[in-house]
């Protein structure tokens, strides 16, 4: 069973930088592909980016140049730093964990990142 715990969250205003963690426990992270996902209020829960085990990075259209996801497999804890935030990026940001190539198995309970114009 894998835990995954998000922090970091908070208010900041459009154009500023922000930095969440997800700390894995239960099984090494090295061995986890790692998602970020974010669920605005009334709307469905949608894909921010992955890296996979290797390091491998991908990301969705709305986020690329913008965001970075990167992981310390010794810490246990993956990143989500958020750059030139926007107003439309305010949601609560879920870290996802898999050992598939597919499918997410483990969610945390998300971090709210809220963003003023």
């Known amino acids: 069973q894998v835990q995954l715990v998000e922090s970091g969250g908070g208010l900041v205003q459009a154009g500023a930088s922000l930095r969440v963690s997800c700390a894995a426990s239960?099984?090494?992270?090295?061995?986890?592909?790692m998602g970020w996902f974010r669920q605005a209020p009334g709307k469905e829960r949608e894909f921010v980016g992955k890296?996979?085990?290797?390091?491998?990075?991908s990301y969705a259209d709305s986020v690329k140049g913008r965001f970075t996801i990167s992981r310390d497999n010794a810490k246990g804890t993956v990143y989500l730093q958020m750059n030139s935030l926007k107003p439309e990026d305010t949601a609560a940001y879920y870290c996802?964990?898999?050992?598939?190539?597919?499918?997410?198995?483990?969610w945390g309970q998300g971090t709210q990142v809220t963003v003023s114009s």
């Open positions: 890296i996979w085990s290797g390091g491998t990075t």
């Open positions: 996802a964990a898999s050992q598939r190539i597919m499918g997410w198995d483990y």
């Open positions: 239960g099984r090494a992270l090295s061995s986890l592909h």
